[in-house]
């Protein structure tokens, strides 16, 4: 019904930057909010950042200042700009959408993940 697909993730030196990209498609009647995940080996996965549907917006205390999240309501696309990469931001990032999809009601959906890996 809702097919959500991640691009962006890599490797990057200390440092460096990446942007994330994450596209919702399907039989969407809105999207509520969109946000990003993560998760490394061994970790429970966390909140990385979110967005509403108005534009607020939430961070986690370890990328506060260094990420900037963002969407694009008429492309039902969300994006994270991460600045300054440390090695400890290596992770599995997942996307997710809070979706109201026509006809079945609103859900949670997630992006299949994208690696991202902090190293010199």
């Known amino acids: 019904q809702v097919q959500l697909v991640e691009s962006g993730g890599g490797l990057v030196q200390p440092g460096g930057s990446l942007r994330l990209s994450c596209a919702a498609s399907g039989s969407i009647f809105g999207i509520y909010d969109m946000g990003w995940y993560r998760q490394a080996p061994g970790v429970q996965r966390e909140l990385v950042a979110r967005?509403?549907?108005?534009?607020?917006?939430d961070y986690a205390a370890s990328v506060k200042g260094r990420f900037t999240i963002s969407r694009d309501n008429a492309k039902n696309t969300v994006y994270l700009q991460m600045n300054s990469l440390k090695p400890e931001d290596t992770a599995v990032y997942y996307c997710y959408a809070d979706v109201h999809v026509y006809r079945t009601g609103r859900n949670d959906y997630w992006g299949q993940g994208t690696q991202v890996t902090v190293s010199s």
């Open positions: 967005t509403t549907s108005g534009g607020s917006t």
